[in-house]
T-cell receptor
Framework: AQTVTQSQPEMSVQEAETVTLSCTYD???????LFWYKQPPSRQMILVIR??????QNATENRFSVNFQKAAKSFSLKISDSQLGDAAMYFC????????????FGQGTTLQVKP | DVKVTQSSRYLVKRTGEKVFLECVQD?????MFWYRQDPGLGLRLIYF???????EKGDIPEGYSVSREKKERFSLILESASTNQTSMYLC??????????????FGPGTRLTVT
């Protein structure tokens, strides 16, 4: 069975600085998808970024980028130029390539952004 | 915009009551999911449905049942609520195929307290 581990329950960053959130996963599959979701306080969970395992190039979305290390089964999220609105809980998630769309989530990392 | 709505943001029920949590999505998605979110445990899948009247158990189905009579609606039922079911419940949906099929869209969550 696949597992996802986020070993940092809480992180903090100064506004305008860069922070990296860690995620490791375990799987025997070769084809899968990885995601970072953001859950702001009292607001809905939204997708931040997605990575297809077959793509070697790291995904980027504006100030958000990932460092995908397939062999090491590592999938970290880098947030550049952190903003107050980035404060949230971040979840790393794994999805097999089948079409049921089930996600396996990590424990979550709460990010605090200091002004 | 995809919209996933849940019937209540906050709910307080007594032990032994039958509880219904309703979820509706407006994007004609095939797949729908119910998760439970607890601190330090991330999101855990309770049940999911890949079609009307079809359902599969997730990782923690005990004490829960589901119903999907219409494509847009997925209900979570607590047959006899217990205090250990006090939690945040999140509904999500996605398509089973297509380039946009891999992102799950989440509802705002229902915070259930069982006393």
């Amino acid at each position: 069975a696949q597992t996802v581990t986020q070993s940092q329950p809480e992180m903090s960053v100064q506004e305008a600085e860069t922070v990296t959130l860690s995620c490791t996963y375990d799987t025997s599959e070769s084809d899968y998808y990885l995601f970072w979701y953001k859950q702001p306080p009292s607001r809905q969970m939204i997708l931040v970024i997605r990575q297809e395992a077959y793509k070697q190039q790291n995904a980027t979305e504006n100030r958000f980028s990932v460092n995908f290390q397939k062999a090491a089964k590592s999938f970290s999220l880098k947030i550049s130029d952190s903003q107050l609105g980035d404060a949230a809980m971040y979840f790393c998630a794994y999805r097999s390539s089948g079409n049921t769309g089930k996600l396996i989530f990590g424990q979550g990392t709460t990010l605090q952004v200091k002004p | 915009d995809v919209k996933v709505t849940q019937s209540s943001r906050y709910l307080v029920k007594r032990t032994g009551e039958k509880v219904f949590l309703e979820c509706v999505q407006d994007m004609d998605h095939e797949n729908m999911f119910w998760y439970r979110q607890d601190p330090g445990l991330g999101l855990r899948l309770i049940y999911f449905s890949y079609d009307v009247k079809m359902k599969e158990k997730g990782d923690i189905p005990e004490g829960y049942s589901v119903s999907r009579e219409k494509k847009e609606r997925f209900s979570l039922i607590l047959e006899s609520a217990s205090t250990n079911q006090t939690s945040m419940y999140l509904c999500a949906s996605n398509r089973s195929r297509g380039t946009s099929g891999y992102e799950q869209y989440f509802g705002p969550g229902t915070r259930l307290t069982v006393t």
